[in-house]
């Protein structure tokens, strides 16, 4: 079993800035990917950014603000988040991909609340 803890999450004043970060653990074995989706109200989830090897694809609307680093050592991914505003409020969610069969994993998911 795989379990992802994220922390991080909170209310911001607009522009403002945020850290979230994820931490798995269990059986994890080899990992495809690590990253950040989020989910507003009314909403389908979202890619926010992800990293799979050495390559990482970031949501259009998150490019030059936020930034995501890892630990592959720790199995820990963070997301700096940098200028948010109000489309930026959802809850986030930790994803991880298993390279055995491609099994993807979730956090519990973080609120992150932009007021303008």
């Known amino acids: 079993q795989v379990r992802l803890v994220e922390s991080g999450g909170g209310l911001v004043q607009a522009g403002g800035s945020l850290r979230l970060s994820c931490t798995a653990s269990?059986?994890?074995?080899?990992?495809?990917?690590m990253g950040w989706y989020r989910q507003a109200p009314g909403k389908e989830r979202e890619l926010v950014a992800i990293?799979?090897?050495?390559?990482?694809n970031y949501a259009d609307s998150v490019k030059g603000r936020f930034t995501i680093s890892g630990d592959n050592a720790k199995n820990t991914v963070n997301l700096q988040m940098n200028s948010l505003n109000s489309e930026d409020t959802a809850v986030y969610y930790c994803?991880?991909?298993?390279?055995?069969?491609?099994?993807?994993?979730w956090g519990q998911g973080t609120q992150v609340t932009v007021s303008s």
């Open positions: 994803w991880l991909e298993r390279r055995a069969f491609r099994t993807n994993y």
């Open positions: 269990g059986n994890i074995g080899s990992i495809n990917g």
């Open positions: 990293t799979r090897g050495d390559n990482i």
